[in-house]
């Protein structure tokens, strides 16, 4: 899925391989795992998040890496809620409307895009994934590795897919070239992204962190394809959330020049630097005058964020999540025990702090009709 080894010191534009990085901001000490744990505090690891911006490309990327170890150290992106099932029913639809019958995916852990369809119609289905969560069955093959330059074992497949898996490489040139090698002249491949360009826009706090270590816009990545050989068959987007490609790879496309987006995203990245702090000024003022009890809403990124931005983390009961796999667990990074929305219930009053990007309006619906209607929100 992303390269096994790579030297961590990436100083150079991941996209024009020059040497011209801008140091923007820096967070001294971030933890590196953005999952829940069963381990004590003292085990957890903290790395600086350094993010520069290339004078030649405008890429926003981080510098130095984190070893892959750290930054994987198990699942904690289980999809959970309605926004994810609608991403893979969607993804499916589009991967669908193609003549194929034998699919190759790289990265598909959980087996969620196989099942979708699976269920619509009979294929033959290949996953390549670190740590593949998915049984084998008839139609089912699984493969533990990684794809990468030095990936050499031979599929039968018709179309290659990946989901959220581009942005998280740590080479995405590489990368692209390694598909293109692999790749068979006139094969599919299909692909979705996040729409990083949204998300940084609305300053939510996915967007960028120690997974996803670069800026991926649709203009880098029509710049990764066509510069690889892959010509772009079709783009559909999946509401704010997620964009998705179709292409072929050929013996030749006509390849633009690379996009100067420098002073648009050090915009981009430095509005959502400075709304964060703030934010984290507002926050702070509510917490010291409340004598309710505060809860932070998102066992993941979007919490240790607020708290790396200076969240007063002293009046703060415990961190929430809706993920069956988070609860009872701790948060890493932090001393927070996950629980349970479901402890909201029958509180007379509570606030919970929520700013989970694009998910909050789910998260938000279902504690008002189905846990407590009178929960005061920060968001």
Same mark, same amino acid.
């Given at each position: 899925?992303?390269?096994?080894?790579?030297?961590?010191?990436?100083?150079?534009?991941?996209?024009?391989?020059?040497?011209d990085?801008? !140091?923007?901001?820096?967070?001294?000490?971030?933890?590196v795992y953005?999952?829940?744990?069963?381990?004590?505090?003292?085990?957890?690891?903290?790395k600086?998040?350094?993010?520069?911006i290339?004078?030649?490309?405008?890429s926003?990327?981080m510098?130095p890496?984190v070893?892959?170890?750290?930054v994987?150290?198990?699942q904690?992106?289980?999809?959970t809620?309605?926004?994810w099932?609608?991403h893979?029913?969607a993804?499916?639809?589009?991967?669908?409307?193609?003549?194929i019958?034998?699919i190759f995916?790289?990265?598909?852990?959980?087996?969620?895009?196989?099942?979708?369809?699976?269920? #619509?119609?009979?294929?033959?289905w290949?996953?390549l994934?670190?740590?593949?969560?998915?049984?084998?069955?008839?139609?089912l093959?699984?493969?533990?590795?990684?794809?990468?330059?030095?990936?050499?074992?031979?599929?039968?497949?018709?179309?290659?897919v990946?989901?959220?898996?581009?942005?998280?490489?740590y080479?995405?040139?590489?990368?692209?070239?390694?598909?293109?090698?692999?790749?068979?002249?006139?094969?599919?491949? #299909?692909?979705?992204?996040?729409?990083m360009?949204?998300?940084?826009?609305k300053?939510?706090?996915?967007?960028?962190?120690?997974e996803?270590?670069?800026?991926?816009?649709?203009?880098?990545?029509r710049?990764?394809?066509?510069r690889?050989?892959?010509?772009?068959?079709?783009?559909?987007?999946f509401?704010?959330?997620?964009?998705?490609?179709?292409?072929?790879?050929?013996e030749?496309?006509?390849?633009?020049?690379?996009?100067?987006?420098y002073?648009?995203?050090?915009?981009?990245?430095?509005?959502?630097?400075?709304?964060?702090?703030?934010?984290?000024? #507002?926050?702070?003022?509510?917490?010291?005058?409340?004598?309710?009890?505060?809860?932070?809403?998102?066992?993941?990124?979007?919490?240790?964020?607020?708290?790396?931005?200076?969240?007063?983390?002293?009046?703060?009961?415990?961190?929430?999540?809706?993920?069956?796999?988070?609860?009872?667990?701790?948060l890493?990074?932090?001393?927070? !025990?996950?629980?349970?929305?479901?402890?909201?219930?029958d509180?007379?009053?509570?606030?919970?702090?929520?700013?989970?990007?694009?998910?909050?309006?789910?998260?938000?619906?279902?504690?008002?009709?189905?846990?407590?209607?009178?929960?005061n929100?920060?968001?």
């Open positions: 899925m992303i390269d096994k080894e790579m030297n961590l010191n990436r100083d150079f534009c991941v996209f024009s391989g020059n040497r990085l801008e !140091l923007l901001h820096s967070f001294g000490d971030f933890p953005m999952g829940c744990v069963d381990t004590p505090p003292e085990e957890d690891v903290f600086p998040m350094n993010w520069y290339s004078k030649s490309s405008g926003l990327q510098n890496l070893p892959l170890d750290l994987y150290l198990g904690h992106n289980d999809s809620g309605s926004i099932d609608a893979h029913a993804f499916s639809n589009f991967i669908l409307k193609n003549d019958e034998k995916e790289i990265g598909g852990a959980s087996g969620a895009l196989y099942r979708k369809c699976s269920a #619509a119609r009979k294929l033959q290949t996953i994934d670190p740590n593949p969560e998915v049984n084998e069955a008839d139609r093959r699984t493969i533990k590795g990684f794809f990468d330059k030095t990936f050499s074992m031979e599929v039968s497949f018709d179309i290659l990946h989901s959220h898996v581009f942005e998280h490489v080479n995405p040139m590489e990368f692209a070239e390694a598909l293109s090698n692999y790749i068979p002249e006139g094969k599919l491949m #299909a692909f979705s992204v996040p729409n360009k949204h998300l940084l826009e300053c939510y706090t996915n967007a960028l962190n120690f996803h270590s670069y800026f991926l816009t649709a203009d880098y990545v710049y990764l394809l066509t690889n050989g892959f010509a772009i068959l079709s783009i559909e987007p509401m704010n959330h997620s964009q998705f490609y179709l292409c072929r790879k050929v030749a496309v006509e390849s633009g020049p690379l996009p100067d987006l002073e648009q995203n050090k915009k981009l990245f430095m509005n959502f630097i400075n709304i964060h702090k703030e934010v984290i000024i #507002a926050l702070n003022e509510y917490l010291n005058k409340t004598s309710e009890p505060v809860y932070l809403f998102g066992a993941h990124i979007f919490s240790q964020f607020l708290i790396a931005f200076g969240l007063n983390t002293d009046r703060i009961v415990t961190v929430l999540d809706n993920s069956p796999v988070k609860i009872s667990r701790r890493y990074g932090t001393d927070y !025990l996950v629980q349970s929305p479901a402890v909201l219930k509180l007379p009053a509570a606030t919970v702090i929520l700013r989970a990007g694009d998910y909050s309006a789910e998260i938000k619906k279902d504690i008002v009709e189905n846990i407590n209607s009178h929960i929100w920060l968001e």
